[in-house]
Protein backbone atom coordinates (compact mmCIF):
# COMPACT_ATOMS: atom_id res chain seq x y z
CA UNK A 1 0.00 0.00 0.00
CA UNK A 2 0.87 3.53 -0.38
CA UNK A 3 2.23 5.60 1.95
CA UNK A 4 4.08 9.05 2.97
CA UNK A 5 6.46 9.57 6.04
CA UNK A 6 7.40 12.87 7.09
CA UNK A 7 10.00 12.02 9.74
CA UNK A 8 10.02 15.58 11.02
CA UNK A 9 7.04 16.49 13.18
CA UNK A 10 8.33 20.11 13.91
CA UNK A 11 11.22 22.17 12.64
CA UNK A 12 12.51 25.36 13.76
CA UNK A 13 15.45 27.19 11.88
CA UNK A 14 16.40 30.86 12.17
CA UNK A 15 15.18 33.70 9.36
CA UNK A 16 17.43 33.43 6.65
CA UNK A 17 19.17 29.98 6.99
CA UNK A 18 17.92 27.16 4.89
CA UNK A 19 15.88 24.49 5.09
CA UNK A 20 15.09 21.14 3.98
CA UNK A 21 12.10 19.01 5.15
CA UNK A 22 12.16 15.10 4.61
CA UNK A 23 9.81 12.78 2.88
CA UNK A 24 9.79 9.51 2.08
CA UNK A 25 7.55 7.65 0.11
CA UNK A 26 6.16 3.84 -0.48
CA UNK A 27 4.40 3.50 -4.27
CA UNK A 28 3.68 0.58 -5.90
CA UNK A 29 3.83 2.22 -9.43
CA UNK A 30 5.40 5.64 -10.84
CA UNK A 31 5.19 8.18 -8.25
CA UNK A 32 3.44 11.17 -8.64
CA UNK A 33 4.56 13.52 -6.28
CA UNK A 34 3.74 16.73 -4.40
CA UNK A 35 4.32 19.22 -1.67
CA UNK A 36 1.72 21.38 -0.65
CA UNK A 37 2.14 24.44 2.23
CA UNK A 38 -0.90 25.15 4.93
CA UNK A 39 -1.29 28.75 6.69
CA UNK A 40 -3.16 28.42 9.85
CA UNK A 41 -6.77 28.19 9.26
CA UNK A 42 -6.82 28.22 5.58
CA UNK A 43 -6.82 25.00 2.56
CA UNK A 44 -3.56 23.67 1.63
CA UNK A 45 -1.88 25.57 -1.51
CA UNK A 46 0.54 23.81 -3.85
CA UNK A 47 4.27 24.30 -4.24
CA UNK A 48 5.65 22.11 -6.31
CA UNK A 49 4.77 18.54 -8.13
CA UNK A 50 7.06 16.38 -9.64
CA UNK A 51 5.93 13.77 -12.83
CA UNK A 52 8.87 12.45 -14.92
CA UNK A 53 11.95 14.33 -16.00
CA UNK A 54 14.35 16.38 -14.38
CA UNK A 55 14.46 15.09 -10.67
CA UNK A 56 15.00 18.68 -9.60
CA UNK A 57 12.09 20.82 -9.80
CA UNK A 58 11.30 24.01 -8.75
CA UNK A 59 8.41 25.56 -7.11
CA UNK A 60 6.67 28.80 -5.72
CA UNK A 61 7.65 31.14 -3.15
CA UNK A 62 11.38 30.05 -3.53
CA UNK A 63 11.18 26.26 -2.99
CA UNK A 64 12.91 23.21 -4.83
CA UNK A 65 12.84 19.60 -3.90
CA UNK A 66 14.52 16.71 -5.38
CA UNK A 67 12.92 13.70 -6.34
CA UNK A 68 15.38 10.71 -5.48
CA UNK A 69 14.36 7.14 -6.46
CA UNK A 70 16.84 5.04 -5.28
CA UNK A 71 15.95 6.73 -1.83
CA UNK A 72 12.16 6.53 -2.28
CA UNK A 73 12.68 10.19 -1.14
CA UNK A 74 11.10 13.68 -2.02
CA UNK A 75 12.78 16.34 0.03
CA UNK A 76 11.81 19.92 0.05
CA UNK A 77 14.59 22.43 0.76
CA UNK A 78 14.71 26.69 0.20
CA UNK A 79 18.12 28.19 0.45
CA UNK A 80 16.74 31.39 2.84
CA UNK A 81 13.84 30.90 4.77
CA UNK A 82 11.66 33.30 5.54
CA UNK A 83 9.38 34.33 8.70
CA UNK A 84 6.25 34.46 6.41
CA UNK A 85 7.08 30.85 5.69
CA UNK A 86 5.82 29.48 8.93
CA UNK A 87 3.16 26.89 8.07
CA UNK A 88 2.60 23.27 7.83
CA UNK A 89 4.14 21.05 4.87
CA UNK A 90 2.89 18.30 4.00
CA UNK A 91 4.28 15.62 1.43
CA UNK A 92 1.75 13.52 -0.57
CA UNK A 93 2.34 10.88 -3.45
CA UNK A 94 -0.79 10.36 -5.93
CA UNK A 95 -1.43 7.97 -9.24
CA UNK A 96 -1.50 10.71 -11.65
CA UNK A 97 -0.77 14.08 -12.90
CA UNK A 98 -3.83 15.75 -11.52
CA UNK A 99 -3.45 15.26 -7.98
CA UNK A 100 -5.90 13.23 -8.08
CA UNK A 101 -6.70 10.30 -4.63
CA UNK A 102 -3.51 11.78 -3.14
CA UNK A 103 -1.99 10.16 -0.27
CA UNK A 104 -0.52 12.81 2.54
CA UNK A 105 2.25 12.64 4.68
CA UNK A 106 1.78 13.64 8.41
CA UNK A 107 3.32 16.78 8.21
CA UNK A 108 5.98 18.77 9.36
CA UNK A 109 5.30 22.20 11.09
CA UNK A 110 7.83 24.86 10.21
CA UNK A 111 8.24 27.61 12.92
CA UNK A 112 10.82 30.53 11.80
CA UNK A 113 12.45 32.27 14.72
CA UNK A 114 13.82 36.07 14.10
CA UNK B 1 -13.71 33.30 -9.97
CA UNK B 2 -13.94 31.90 -5.88
CA UNK B 3 -12.40 28.51 -6.60
CA UNK B 4 -13.52 26.14 -4.14
CA UNK B 5 -16.04 26.98 -1.51
CA UNK B 6 -16.91 25.17 1.78
CA UNK B 7 -19.58 25.98 4.35
CA UNK B 8 -20.17 26.35 7.10
CA UNK B 9 -16.86 27.29 8.39
CA UNK B 10 -17.21 25.97 11.81
CA UNK B 11 -20.07 23.25 13.44
CA UNK B 12 -20.69 21.91 16.55
CA UNK B 13 -22.98 18.93 16.79
CA UNK B 14 -24.25 16.51 19.38
CA UNK B 15 -23.77 12.83 18.98
CA UNK B 16 -26.46 11.28 16.49
CA UNK B 17 -27.52 14.73 15.24
CA UNK B 18 -26.70 14.85 11.00
CA UNK B 19 -25.49 17.50 8.73
CA UNK B 20 -24.56 18.13 5.34
CA UNK B 21 -21.29 19.81 4.95
CA UNK B 22 -21.35 21.94 1.64
CA UNK B 23 -18.63 22.19 -1.31
CA UNK B 24 -19.02 23.98 -4.05
CA UNK B 25 -16.51 24.59 -7.33
CA UNK B 26 -16.69 27.31 -10.03
CA UNK B 27 -13.96 25.84 -12.56
CA UNK B 28 -15.61 22.88 -13.93
CA UNK B 29 -13.39 20.64 -12.56
CA UNK B 30 -14.78 16.97 -13.03
CA UNK B 31 -12.81 15.70 -9.97
CA UNK B 32 -14.14 16.53 -6.58
CA UNK B 33 -13.11 15.20 -2.93
CA UNK B 34 -13.37 14.94 0.87
CA UNK B 35 -10.51 14.79 3.27
CA UNK B 36 -10.76 14.86 6.71
CA UNK B 37 -7.33 16.16 8.53
CA UNK B 38 -6.74 14.65 12.12
CA UNK B 39 -3.63 15.98 14.44
CA UNK B 40 -0.43 13.83 13.38
CA UNK B 41 -1.88 11.70 10.69
CA UNK B 42 -2.20 14.60 7.60
CA UNK B 43 -5.05 14.71 5.47
CA UNK B 44 -7.10 11.16 4.39
CA UNK B 45 -9.18 10.43 1.33
CA UNK B 46 -13.05 9.97 2.62
CA UNK B 47 -14.88 10.01 -0.85
CA UNK B 48 -14.44 10.95 -4.25
CA UNK B 49 -15.99 11.52 -7.70
CA UNK B 50 -14.71 11.77 -11.21
CA UNK B 51 -18.18 13.25 -12.70
CA UNK B 52 -21.67 14.04 -11.35
CA UNK B 53 -23.70 10.98 -10.70
CA UNK B 54 -19.98 9.00 -10.42
CA UNK B 55 -18.78 8.28 -6.64
CA UNK B 56 -16.65 6.26 -4.78
CA UNK B 57 -15.00 5.30 -1.71
CA UNK B 58 -11.72 6.46 -0.53
CA UNK B 59 -9.63 5.25 2.48
CA UNK B 60 -11.98 6.26 5.45
CA UNK B 61 -15.37 6.27 4.19
CA UNK B 62 -17.45 4.85 7.36
CA UNK B 63 -19.90 7.08 8.52
CA UNK B 64 -19.99 9.56 5.94
CA UNK B 65 -22.41 9.84 2.30
CA UNK B 66 -22.07 11.81 -0.67
CA UNK B 67 -23.71 12.21 -4.23
CA UNK B 68 -22.79 14.60 -6.99
CA UNK B 69 -25.78 15.71 -9.18
CA UNK B 70 -24.33 18.63 -10.85
CA UNK B 71 -20.60 19.44 -11.82
CA UNK B 72 -20.23 22.19 -9.24
CA UNK B 73 -21.64 20.79 -6.28
CA UNK B 74 -19.91 17.52 -4.14
CA UNK B 75 -21.81 17.72 -0.74
CA UNK B 76 -20.72 15.63 2.30
CA UNK B 77 -23.31 13.86 5.13
CA UNK B 78 -22.88 12.93 8.15
CA UNK B 79 -25.94 10.61 8.74
CA UNK B 80 -25.68 10.57 13.08
CA UNK B 81 -22.42 12.09 14.32
CA UNK B 82 -19.80 10.54 16.19
CA UNK B 83 -17.25 12.25 18.28
CA UNK B 84 -14.90 10.23 16.09
CA UNK B 85 -16.09 12.39 13.39
CA UNK B 86 -14.38 15.51 14.85
CA UNK B 87 -12.17 16.80 12.66
CA UNK B 88 -11.57 19.35 9.38
CA UNK B 89 -12.59 18.60 6.81
CA UNK B 90 -11.68 20.06 3.05
CA UNK B 91 -12.84 19.42 0.05
CA UNK B 92 -10.67 19.55 -3.11
CA UNK B 93 -11.22 19.75 -6.78
CA UNK B 94 -9.62 18.95 -10.28
CA UNK B 95 -9.46 18.43 -13.69
CA UNK B 96 -9.24 14.68 -14.65
CA UNK B 97 -7.95 15.65 -17.83
CA UNK B 98 -5.08 17.51 -19.11
CA UNK B 99 -1.69 17.76 -17.93
CA UNK B 100 -0.57 19.50 -14.42
CA UNK B 101 -3.81 19.97 -13.25
CA UNK B 102 -3.25 20.40 -8.96
CA UNK B 103 -5.73 20.11 -5.89
CA UNK B 104 -7.42 23.34 -5.42
CA UNK B 105 -8.76 23.14 -1.34
CA UNK B 106 -11.45 24.96 0.16
CA UNK B 107 -10.63 26.21 3.29
CA UNK B 108 -12.30 23.21 5.49
CA UNK B 109 -15.05 23.19 7.99
CA UNK B 110 -13.90 22.37 11.50
CA UNK B 111 -16.30 19.95 13.33
CA UNK B 112 -16.91 19.53 16.70
CA UNK B 113 -18.81 16.60 18.25
CA UNK B 114 -19.51 16.44 21.44
Known amino acids: AQSVTQPDIHITVSEGASLELRCNYSYGATPYLFWYVQSPGQGLQLLLKYFSGDTLVQGIKGFEAEFKRSQSSFNLRKPSVHWSDAAEYFC????????????FGAGTILRVKS | NAGVTQTPKFQVLKTGQSMTLQCAQD?????MSWYRQDPGMGLRLIHY???????DQGEVPNGYNVSRSTTEDFPLRLLSAAPSQTSVYFCASSYSSGEGSPLHFGNGTRLTVT
Open chain 1, 92 to 103: AVGPGVYGNKLV
Open chain 2, 27 to 31: MNHEY
Open chain 2, 49 to 55: SVGAGIT
